[in-house]
């Protein structure tokens, strides 16, 4: 079918992973038939509209490829308008993802023109000092799970007297319902390599390497492709892939660097810390993706421009991810300080199944399980902890009323067993003894036995079995030890989403909420 | 299989793309396993003397990852996201829902987190990344029906 127009219509369409899992390539292609130019860009992390295209600024999606030949005939069916205008994208504060949707990921005149490489051309006119002191002064903090502020760290590795150090940028941190390090990566990856060469210079280091979550193909792909584009770029800075293996802890810096080196990825106990002793034992800074694509802006625009945004001690913005069973899932990255129902409600629509939502886990699968009722709690560091929760890395997921909480809260029992990399007692056993308890609290018989063990000489229990609140008070003790006891945040973390589901769920494990906090307490 | 005459010869030819030092192990496990489809026994023994690493050290390393295999797998392979998003978007009823013959034609591998929360449930197939899986999709992609 031939287009209405003369000239060729320019069409873009997301390259991102997710887009290409909706099917982005054959309407890319029927677009491309039907006589348009069409290039590829990166998501602008509305997801429910992907594949979603962007005809001369104005969105249509989700376009399959028998729409095509509609909307090159001015059907609007689809149309949502002005994407820059859309509310998803006009209520956000885009800094990390300010060329999301706008620019061909690999193309260096694409990121040239959209302000890249301002930053490093400014840090190689700054002493070291002055770098670390700008980043220290923005108040960026690590985006992954603790929020240690990245300008301290800096500060130790650039005092470190050795000539060999290293920058290692932690893309391993594969939490459920985080996408936004797999975005930066495949969309804009020249923007993480920009951080991580001006770390590079604030630090002394001239090798990094990014270590990268193998379930991620494509953004493994992209990040090896722009290494090459933009090599005479940073240079004498040079940069590395790794692809890691399929281990979740890995995503502990400790464990990565192990991984890195060729070994299991155990964690390593701390100190030293890697900021002293860290990949093959020379002082590295191990960052993860978000706060080294955050550094090029803090560095071109200045410290304080960053730092205006968010509140307290919670600076910049912070890219949320909506996911899960969620209506209008997808990037949105705003100051801090929204409340959470702003966020899954206002925002993303609640549930894609229109079913009333029962939950949400925010921060990933060692997040807690936070209840409709808590929904005003407002999204920082020092609020979440405070409600004993985590931000982490970011990532919302939402579960509708179907979801079972016991069942939701074994996972994380059975997942840190599976996961854990065996160092430490408390995550390693810890997990298998809480999986069994668990299964005895569902499966409403108490403890049948000594049978579990089948030693009934070799330990304390009870032979008559036990009771439901003595199971409890059990699983209590066990989350404390897990909690105070791990080496890491994969055993010590795990009983956020166990205890916050047994505390706001009771009925879910066939208990009352009387039972449960007696036997907490 | 491949154009090597013996797994140890594949990993000589790997050891001189990567280099002979320890770091070097999971990119040459990972080559390996892309060439020759697994991890054999023969190969663990070939790495350990070219990296001079006890064989029990490089043994350790492969069962600690979750993506390396140890024996042939002839069946396609899908690998099917179970983490959180993706079962807040129904991936266990999709798998209790599988046919009994399913997993016997079919390895269904279990990973968490592809990174595409918002559109689960979703898999990688033959790094293809599908999302919006539904039992009839899943089926298709193993093709196990047209």
Not at chain 1, 102 to 113: E, F, I, M, N, V
Not at chain 2, 29 to 48: M, P
Not at chain 2, 139 to 145: D, S
Request: with cysteine.
């Amino acid at each position: 079918m031939t287009p209405p127009q003369t000239a060729p219509m320019t069409v873009r369409v997301a390259a991102d992973s997710l887009a290409l899992a909706c099917g982005a390539d054959a309407v890319a292609a029927t677009f491309q038939r039907a006589g348009c130019e069409v290039q590829r860009v990166s998501s602008w992390g509305m997801h429910w509209l992907e594949p979603l295209v962007d005809i001369g600024g104005e969105g249509f999606g989700p376009v399959a490829p028998g729409d095509v030949a509609a909307i090159l005939h001015g059907d609007k069916t689809l149309s949502i308008g002005k994407i820059e205008e859309h509310p998803f994208i006009a209520r956000q504060m885009r800094l990390t993802f300010a060329r999301a949707g706008k620019t061909r990921p690999l193309s260096l005149d694409d990121y040239g023109a959209t302000g890249g490489w301002r930053g490093l051309q400014k840090a190689r006119e700054l002493a070291p000092e002055t770098i670390v002191e700008q980043v220290t002064a923005s108040g960026l903090r690590g985006r992954g799970g603790a929020g240690f502020p990245a300008g301290i760290k800096w500060k130790t590795v650039a005092a470190a007297p050795c000539t060999e150090k290293y920058i290692v940028c932690n893309a391993d941190e594969g939490d459920s319902g985080t996408f936004a390090d797999r975005m930066v990566m495949e969309g804009d990856p020249f923007q993480l390599i920009e951080g991580m060469a001006i770390a590079g210079l604030a630090v002394g280091a001239g090798k990094g390497f990014i270590y990268l979550r193998s379930e991620y193909p494509h953004a493994i792909k992209t990040m090896r492709a722009a290494i090459e584009a933009s090599r005479e770029i940073v240079a004498p800075f040079t940069l590395e892939v790794r692809v890691g293996a399929g281990a979740y802890v890995c995503g502990e810096e400790t464990s990565l660097l192990n991984s890195l080196e060729g070994r299991r990825g155990e964690v390593r106990a701390k100190p030293p810390l890697p900021a002293i002793a860290g990949l093959f034992g020379l002082p590295t800074v191990v960052n993860n993706v978000l706060t080294l694509a955050a550094v090029p802006h803090i560095i071109a625009d200045g410290p304080e421009k960053y730092a205006n945004f968010g509140l307290g001690r919670s600076r910049g913005t912070m890219p949320v991810q909506l996911a899960g069973n969620i209506k209008y899932g997808g990037l949105f990255e705003a100051g801090f300080g929204m409340s959470l129902r702003e966020l899954v409600e206002d925002i993303g629509g609640s549930t894609a199944s229109g079913r009333p939502i029962k939950a949400v886990q925010v921060g990933g699968p060692l997040g807690a399980y936070i209840p409709l009722d808590q929904f005003d709690i407002q999204f920082d560091y020092e609020t979440y902890a405070g409600a004993g929760a985590l931000i982490g890395h970011g990532g919302i997921v939402v579960f509708d009323d179907t979801a079972d909480m016991a069942r939701l809260a074994r996972f994380a029992m059975h997942f840190c067993a599976e996961e854990s990399c065996g160092k430490c007692t408390p995550c390693r056993i810890g997990a298998v003894r809480g999986r069994e308890i668990m299964d005895r609290i569902i499966s409403g018989n108490g403890r049948p036995v000594d049978a579990v063990e089948g030693l009934p000489q070799m330990h304390n229990a009870t032979t008559a079995g036990r009771s439901h609140v003595d199971e409890v008070a059990l699983l209590t003790d066990l989350c404390d030890t897990m909690k105070y006891g791990s080496l890491c945040a994969l055993g010590g973390f795990t009983p956020y989403p166990v205890m916050s589901a047994l505390r706001f769920w009771p009925e879910d494990f066939g208990l009352t909420r009387e039972l449960v906090e007696g036997a907490s307490a | 299989m491949n154009e090597f005459s013996s797994h140890a010869a594949c990993v000589a030819a790997l050891v001189e793309r990567h280099g002979a030092r320890q770091d070097a192990l999971l990119p040459l496990l990972h080559d390996l396993q892309a060439e020759v489809g697994f991890i054999s026994e023969e190969a663990i023994r070939a790495l350990a003397a070219a990296l001079n690493l006890g064989r029990a050290e490089v043994q350790g390393v492969v069962s600690f990852y979750h993506d390396f295999r140890t024996q042939p797998e002839s069946r396609p392979v899908i690998k099917l996201c179970r983490a959180e998003a993706c079962q807040a978007r129904g991936v266990e009823g999709l798998i209790a829902a599988l046919p009994d013959d399913f997993t016997q034609r079919v390895a269904l591998d279990s990973v968490y987190c592809l990174g595409l929360c918002s559109v689960g449930p979703n898999a990688l197939v033959g790094g293809a990344v599908q999302a919006h899986l539904d039992a009839e999709k899943l089926q298709q992609l193993a093709g196990v029906k047209s």
